[in-house]
């Protein structure tokens, strides 16, 4: 099999050249291709389960990824509903997003304090 470096899509041995990216195909690709380092920047912390769910809601409508840090038995057991008294929920973004985000989210923040 052979593979684009720019999409990784997979071809048979036949093809030379990627029709999508025209780049010459490899007979393998290498692992650094699929690991993007990213650098995580704190979006905000919430105690309020309802408030960060919204904030999540607004950031996949805009396509901005994220990384949701919620207590141990949201994490482990995927329970919702109730977050016990102290809960911390953390929501980390993309530093290349930051600004992005906190102009997106500015708005529910403030009224939520």
């Known amino acids: 099999m052979k593979y684009c470096p720019a999409c ?8 030379k050249l990627c ?3 025209n780049v010459e195909l490899t ?3 290498s692992e650094e291709l699929f690991l993007e380092k990213v650098e ?10 309802t408030i ?13 990824p994220y990384f949701c840090q919620r207590d141990w038995f949201s994490s482990a057991y995927l329970i919702h509903g109730g977050s016990p008294i102290g809960t ?18 500015q708005g529910m923040i403030d009224e939520n304090k």
């Open 8 to 15: 990784r899509s997979e071809y048979v041995d036949t093809v």
């Open 19 to 21: 029709p999508d990216c």
């Open 27 to 29: 007979d393998e690709l």
């Open 40 to 49: 995580r920047a704190l979006l905000y912390e919430f105690t309020n389960e």
């Open 52 to 64: 960060a769910d919204m904030v999540l809601e607004l950031l996949d409508d805009e396509e901005i």
């Open 88 to 105: 911390l929920i953390k929501v980390y973004i993309p530093e290349t997003h930051i600004e992005q985000a906190r102009e997106l989210t």
